[in-house]
């Protein structure tokens, strides 16, 4: 498939993969056609891999750490223990943020009942509604900031290795 089918299979624009591309997520193969400039040719498992991509965006990574992942999948490097681990990260990250939009939604709840109320009463302050829900209305079990520290510092250790193995 030229970029243009692969775009459209992939439910991706030609943008978006000529980005994907530079970002090293996805490798085409070179075509026979273009001359000094030869087009840029992509398979049905460029689309399985354009796919994960979006599903991994969904689930909150970053292109960063997805084209880490990547590495670490294509070095086989990504054991059922390690595919844990990476999935235990990422929850606990999405219920940081999952907490930090239970925070917001409730303090412009009381911010609306307060104005509705002709501003009577002390005003809502955004500070005690701040990472003090979760889904389940249990107290977050991290410290802001504690996952994303958590998350830098597993880029890091993996880093040296993701690098070596994509040169």
């Not at 996805?26 to 030869?38: E, F």
Request: with cysteine; aromatic share 8%; charged share 25%.
């Amino acid at each position: 498939m030229l970029i243009s089918e692969f775009a459209r299979a992939a439910g991706l624009t030609r943008d978006t993969v000529r980005f994907y591309v530079r970002r090293g997520l996805l490798t085409p193969l070179a075509g026979n056609k273009g001359g000094s400039n030869p087009y840029q040719v992509f398979t049905n498992e460029h689309v399985q891999t354009a796919r994960a991509i979006r599903m991994a965006q969904s689930l909150g990574f970053s292109l960063r750490e997805i084209t880490a992942l990547n590495v670490e999948y294509q070095a086989k490097g990504i054991t059922g223990a390690r595919g844990a681990e990476i999935m235990r990260w990422q929850l606990a990250r999405l219920e940081e943020k999952a907490a930090h939009v239970g925070g917001m939604i409730s303090y412009i709840r009381a911010k609306l009942v307060w104005l509705e109320a002709g501003c009577k009463g002390p005003e809502p302050n955004f500070t005690d509604y701040e990472r003090t829900s979760r889904s389940d209305g249990r107290k977050p079990r991290t410290k802001q900031g504690e996952t994303t520290a958590i998350a830098r510092r597993t880029l890091r250790k993996y880093a040296g290795a993701y690098t070596a193995l994509a040169k």
